[in-house]
């Protein structure tokens, strides 16, 4: 049956790896770390060869850390080190008051009522992205295409003034960014002190150069806007980072603080939805029956008002969701115990490492029917119930839930129908696919795919100009 496809996954080790087999996998790819007892077991004591570390993939135990008892866990070292390039004084890495404030500044940009508001500048985004793709047959690295529109949604939205650099500029920073920042040393792992260099963090500085320049500039002149006509500044997310720095609204960010939320931004609000987009792109080329269903919805859809787009298009969201449940966003959601506690009858004591993967957390034999297979009708109707909150965790869960998920959503499943509808894709024939997880979970060699403009859409298009 077509919806019982099964994507390309490693397949988990027979046992646990050994140290040095550990590190080796760490740093080719993580993804091959997990072992056949980590999909099957919900609690595992051990596993890094340092310290007490407790693998969490049991739903109350998941509760207790990340909501119940959330002030006792904060943010690891390795985790730390790993967004320490650029992010490190960002929401996604800030604790405590400066946590709390950033959060307070972030959160009213990305409420539900606001990314609501989104949707006509990201359908332009799309129709922007049709546009620009050949009316001739031919073939694209889809990966590459979906950082390039959810480049231009941001600019649309989150920065509305432009970034002041070339989009594709950005695009292949970010891209360096992540393929660098994404890879674990092994003096990570052992617990080498950070003042020790690691190769990574050389790598990256002139890329970093590149973003702070960027961002500096966009701080400057929306700083002269602001300061000559307020009244004709954007109301997004610059304006009311820099206007928290300067005090406003009861909230205080520092410019490093404000130059790291950018960058985080940047990052959260382009590669892990591009990726998304991507992963649903190429699920659908492989599952007939549902890029069908897709296409009926999208074409009933997208003949309507731009506005409410979103709710319009259940299906395809659906979709979305069952693409990050197969290759979440996130890597790994890891705290470090500040004092003990019993997490579903295991003992954490201070200083234990407690690790959660959304990777494995979303494959468990114990918690999904049929794992491993594609079915988007997991999210369909009244099977989303079904789902335990805290078995299915793309964006996290509690306090430091994403607070960009209800944008991210949105806009993945207006591009994704806007796809469809225009065009039929097919993997190229060469075309090897792989997940590779740093950072982000991406397909390892891009996504190279044939594309033929469906004749509606090419009328249209021809209409248009």
Not at 35 to 41: C, V, Y
Not at 89 to 112: K, M, N
Request: with cysteine; hydrophobic share 45%; proline share 6%.
């Amino acid at each position: 049956m077509d919806t019982l496809y099964r994507p390309p996954a490693p397949e988990p080790q027979d046992t646990p790896l050994g140290a040095l087999a550990l590190l080796a996998a760490l740093k080719r790819n993580p993804l091959e770390c997990w072992a056949r007892r980590h999909f099957e077991e919900l609690i595992i004591e051990g596993g890094l060869p340092f310290g007490h570390v407790v693998l969490v993939h049991e739903p109350a135990a998941i509760r207790r850390v990340l909501m119940e008892n959330a002030a006792n866990y904060h943010k690891d070292r390795l985790q730390r080190r790993v967004l320490s390039a650029g992010l490190a004084d960002g929401l996604l890495s800030a604790e405590g008051e400066a946590w709390r404030t950033q959060r307070r500044v972030a959160a009213p940009v990305f409420a539900h009522r606001t990314v609501k508001d989104f949707a006509p500048a990201m359908m332009a985004a799309a129709r922007a992205l049709a546009a620009r793709w050949p009316e001739e047959d031919g073939e694209l690295d889809i990966a590459v295409e979906m950082r390039r529109v959810t480049l231009d949604v941001l600019e649309r939205t989150i920065f509305s003034d432009g970034f002041g650099r070339a989009a594709e500029e950005i695009r292949k920073a970010m891209t360096t960014y992540f393929s660098v920042i994404g890879r674990i040393s092994p003096l990570d792992i052992l617990g080498v002190p950070d003042f020790i260099p690691r190769l990574g963090q050389w790598r990256v500085r002139a890329t970093l150069r590149f973003f702070e320049r960027a961002i500096d500039d966009l701080i400057t002149a929306r700083r002269a806007r602001l300061a000559g006509d307020p009244q004709s500044a954007p109301d997004d997310v610059l304006t009311r980072l820099i206007e928290a720095a300067d005090g406003a609204e009861g909230a205080s960010l520092t410019e490093t603080e404000v130059r790291s939320n950018i960058l985080t931004f940047f990052s959260a609000g382009h590669e892990t939805t591009a990726n998304a987009l991507t992963w649903a792109i190429f699920l659908l080329s492989q599952s007939p029956r549902w890029l069908e269903r897709v296409e009926r919805e999208a074409m009933q859809a997208l003949s309507g008002p731009d506005a409410g787009m979103s709710e319009r298009l259940p299906v395809t969201r659906a979709v979305v969701e069952e693409a990050i449940r197969l290759y979440p966003p996130i890597a790994a959601i890891s705290r470090v115990a500040l004092g003990p506690d019993d997490l579903a009858g295991v003992k954490v004591r201070r200083g234990s490492l407690v690790v959660i993967s959304p990777y494995v957390l979303h494959r468990h034999r114990a918690l999904w029917e049929a794992p491993d297979v594609f079915d988007p009708g997991r999210f369909v109707g009244g099977a989303r119930t079904r789902i335990d909150r805290f078995a299915y965790l793309p964006f996290g869960v509690g306090p430091r839930i994403c607070v960009g998920q209800a944008f991210a959503l949105q806009e993945a499943t207006v591009v994704l129908a806007n796809i469809v509808h225009g065009f039929t894709l097919e993997l190229s024939p060469d075309q090897a696919v792989w997940p590779l997880l740093s950072v982000t979970l991406r397909p390892a060699d891009g996504l190279n795919m044939r594309l033929r403009r469906k004749v509606a859409a090419m009328n249209s298009l021809r209409a248009a100009s």
